[in-house]
């Protein structure tokens, strides 16, 4: 089974940092990529960053550009997520979750919570005003 485990939320101040961890097990494979998204009590869950791991390519939400960064340690099989100059708007819990390719791949679209194959439980993060 392949289970994804995404820890570090918390609370902080609006201006502060995090920095999520996702730490992959079962990924047997070496073309993957691991995306972080998030979801806000009565909202849709959104795309907030992707890395690929064959390449190490990523994806940023227009709304985090500038702010996050995501990065890689592949021989861990873990993603981190650091977060700079939070907002209360980024308040939600973050969920990581991996897509795998075996064979031909088509266009992968990062933002989109259907493109993945497995998911974590997801840390809160909450950022007070």
């Known amino acids: 089974e392949v289970q994804l485990q995404a820890s570090g939320g918390g609370l902080v101040q609006a201006g502060g940092s995090l920095r999520l961890s996702c730490t992959a097990s079962?990924?047997?494979?070496?073309?993957?990529?691991i995306g972080w998204f998030r979801q806000a009590p009565g909202k849709e869950r959104e795309g907030v960053s992707c890395?690929?791991?064959?390449?190490?390519?990523?994806y940023y939400a227009d709304s985090v550009k500038g702010r996050f960064t995501i990065s890689s340690d592949n021989a861990k099989k873990t993603v981190y997520l650091q977060m700079n100059s939070l907002k209360p708007e980024d308040t939600a819990v973050y969920y990581c979750?991996?897509?795998?390719?075996?064979?031909?791949?088509?266009?992968?679209?990062?933002?989109?919570?259907?493109?993945?194959?497995?998911w974590g439980q997801g840390t809160q993060v909450t950022v007070s005003s």
């Open positions: 979750a991996t897509k795998i390719w075996v064979g031909a791949r088509g266009t992968f679209y990062p933002s989109l919570p259907g493109q993945f194959d497995f």
């Open positions: 079962g990924v047997t494979g070496d073309d993957y990529a």
């Open positions: 890395i690929r791991s064959s390449d190490g390519t990523t």
